[in-house]
Nanobody, 126 residues
Framework: QVHVVESGGGSVQAGGSLKLSCAVS????????MGWFRQAPGKEREAVAT????????TTADAVKGRFTISQDNANRMVYLQMTSLKPEDTAMYYC???????????????????WGHGTQVTVSS
């Protein structure tokens, strides 16, 4: 079983930065692929970034590439999403998710994640 808890959301002006954190609790060997997702009101949930725990292989959505960076501190079971140059269209509920995958190429924006947090709200004003 895996539990993930997000934190770090808030309100910021356009052009600002936020760093989201995801704390993971797990039984050993139950997750090795982590992802950040977001869902804006009236829109479908979309994948933002993923990271494969074993080798730090990452994937990032085109909409945020160059502005958002996913990273991890596996020793402390933390995953982060550093967001810079924020835009009003980045406003959404952001979710952290976890799953186990056999290879790094299976950990990507199209991966079906198993464990989800409750989300943290990010609001960007113009």
């Amino acid at each position: 079983q895996v539990h993930v808890v997000e934190s770090g959301g808030g309100s910021v002006q356009a052009g600002g930065s936020l760093k989201l954190s995801c704390a993971v609790s797990e039984s050993t060997g139950t997750r090795n692929c982590m992802g950040w997702f977001r869902q804006a009101p009236g829109k479908e949930r979309e994948a933002v970034a993923t990271i494969y725990v074993a080798d730090d292989h990452t994937t990032t959505a085109d909409a945020v590439k160059g502005r958002f960076t996913i990273s991890q501190d596996n020793a402390n079971r933390m995953v982060y999403l550093q967001m810079t140059s924020l835009k009003p269209e980045d406003t959404a509920m952001y979710y952290c998710a976890a799953v186990w995958q056999p290879h790094f190429w299976n950990c990507n924006l199209g991966t079906d994640f198993t464990y989800w947090g409750h989300g943290t709200q990010v609001t960007v004003s113009s």
